[in-house]
């Protein structure tokens, strides 16, 4: 880490966050966690709390950004773009997954905390700006409702996997392999159906079939 004097609070943020989240498993996304943290690479805790005045879910976002700026220098673009569109995307939330890996009940704690009410809307802002990150490496540059759709759906394969992989035990935690395969395999065929529906509709002849309504075929 780097030395505390040298970090704007924006910085500091993001450089505890990790350290934060590991002290998370045991004091929960606290003020005792970030305390620890703190302690831990010697800055004081008062100037770690201005770091968050948002409190827990200060905290969360953090961590999250944390794992946005881990993925984005472990993917480059070449890299990437060898890829096949589902691989680019289920390597992406591997990575992520990876990146949180033995912090599960930090993750757990985490997600409880996301799901109350009156976090809701920010919540959905973080998982909407972690979806745009991933397709954005992955090389999406839709600018039409596909941009949206795209982000929506994997925002929703990203949370469901989460959720699957805070509570999976299995052997290299295979169940959530499995889960996560089948969710961009459902997107994979689902983009197929919509594109060949999209080709129907341009050659789709209103007047032709109108004719057919008047005078059906015999």
Known sequence: MSDAADLTLEELRIDLAPRVAAAAIFDGWSDAALVSAASEVGVDPAVARLAYPGGP???????????????????????????????????????RLESVGGLEEALRRALAIEAMPQNLARSAKLGWSSADAMWRLAGDTATDYNHYTKRAILASIYAATLAVFVGDESEGKAETRAFLDRRIEGVMKFEKA?????????HFDVMRFLGRLRYPAR
């Open 194 to 202: 919509k594109a060949r529906l999209l080709r129907d509709r341009e």
């Open 57 to 95: 879910m200060d905290m969360i976002a953090a961590w999250i950004g944390w794992i946005d700026a881990r993925m984005a220098e472990a993917f480059a673009p070449d890299i990437l773009a060898q890829m096949p569109i589902r691989e680019r995307i289920r390597a992406l939330v591997w990575f």
